[in-house]
């Protein structure tokens, strides 16, 4: 019958030995790649966002999460009022200000 089934090989009955040390091992492993690959460099972007929009100032040429471009005219707390065309404002909130573009984009298109 060995030839169809094969024999039951006897288990130790500690286990492999440093099993729990092992598998612990590689939680911490993926938990720290988990943080250099994901987390971190989010929380970088995240930073850097928030550094930027510290720093807006009217005159300042910006492109909103909406694909709008145009020069800021107005600030407050929340909202900013952006000049999308001669004569055109409209507000946007703060946080839509995805990226500061270079200056003379707004009169270019």
Do not use: W
Not at 5 to 11: K, L
Not at 24 to 43: D, T
């Amino acid at each position: 019958m060995s030839l169809l089934i094969s024999d039951a090989q006897a288990q130790v009955a500690g286990g492999p030995t440093g099993g729990v040390t092992g598998q612990m091992l590689i939680l911490v492993v993926f938990v720290v790649v988990f943080y250099f690959l994901l987390i971190r460099p989010q929380q970088k972007r995240a930073n850097e966002h928030k550094a930027m929009l510290a720093k807006l100032a009217p005159g300042d040429e910006v492109a909103t999460g909406g694909g709008i471009i145009g020069r800021i005219t107005e600030l407050s707390d929340a909202f900013i009022t952006v000049e999308i065309a001669d004569g055109v404002h409209i507000k946007v909130q703060r946080a839509q200000v995805t990226s500061l573009v270079p200056k003379g984009t707004y009169k270019s298109f």
